[in-house]
């Protein structure tokens, strides 16, 4: 069975300082893409960050970036000078491609992490 | 572009009442899913489609839940009746065919009394 495990249900950080996000997920298969999205208050589920599982290079938008470990499953997200717009909770999650077609799959999510930046 | 639409954001119901959920996918995107958000989980999938036709109905409670993409664009959720136990979000999302990022809307908030 496909799991996302995030360990972490609550986190707060002061505006301007970086805070980690872990996310461990349990699959068998080789071919996988990881995500963290990000929902806010107004429940809009917003996609913040895409990692290709045979890519071996962290993937990086503006202040957020990843630390993916394949072999160890792990996948955190890690996020540089924090704003107070990016209060939210913090969703990991992954898809696995449909066999021989490749097309897509559903999504397996974590149980999020709460994030509260404060000033 | 615009994104995902859903309507309505917000439905109370009495049990034992239908209701409907509304979704507007992306333009251009063939996929379509229907996820429920249970109060402090993550989504779990529902139904997805690829244009009109369901391919993956697996956790669709089908007793009372049913869904429809009659022309491969727009799509409805339908729960009838609904149990005390439906109350909470419901998301939709959609996707270019054959590509692995999904882009959801804001989701319908269902409270059942």
């Known amino acids: 069975a496909q799991t996302v495990t995030q360990s972490q249900p609550e986190m707060s950080v002061q505006e301007a300082e970086t805070v980690t996000l872990s996310c461990t997920y349990d699959?068998?298969?080789?071919?996988?893409?990881l995500f963290w999205y990000k929902q806010p208050p107004s429940r809009q589920m917003i996609l913040v960050i895409r990692q290709e599982a045979y890519k071996q290079q962290n993937a990086t938008e503006n202040r957020f970036s990843v630390n993916f470990q394949k072999a160890a499953k792990s996948f955190s997200l890690k996020i540089s000078d924090s704003q107070l717009g990016d209060t939210a909770m913090y969703f990991c999650?992954?898809?696995?491609?449909?066999?021989?077609?490749?097309?897509?799959?559903?999504?397996?999510f974590g149980t999020g992490t709460r994030l509260q930046v404060t000033l | 572009e615009a994104g995902v639409v859903q309507s309505p954001r917000y439905k109370i119901i009495e049990k034992k009442q239908p209701v409907a959920f509304w979704c507007n996918p992306i333009?251009?995107?063939?996929?379509l899913y229907w996820y429920l958000q249970n109060l402090g989980q993550g989504p779990e999938l529902l139904i997805r489609?690829?244009?009109?036709?369901?391919?993956?109905d697996s956790q669709l409670p089908k007793d009372r839940f049913s869904a429809e993409r009659l022309k491969g664009v727009d799509s409805t959720l339908k729960i009838q009746p609904a149990e005390l136990g439906d109350s909470a979000v419901y998301l939709c999302a959609s996707s270019i065919q054959g590509a692995h990022t999904q882009y959801f809307g804001p989701g319908t908030r269902l409270t059942v009394l």
């Open positions: 333009s251009g995107h063939n996929t």
């Open positions: 489609y690829e244009n009109e036709e369901a391919v993956d």
């Open positions: 699959t068998s298969e080789n071919n996988y893409y």
């Open positions: 999650a992954f898809i696995i491609p449909e066999p021989f077609t490749g097309t897509a799959s559903k999504l397996t």
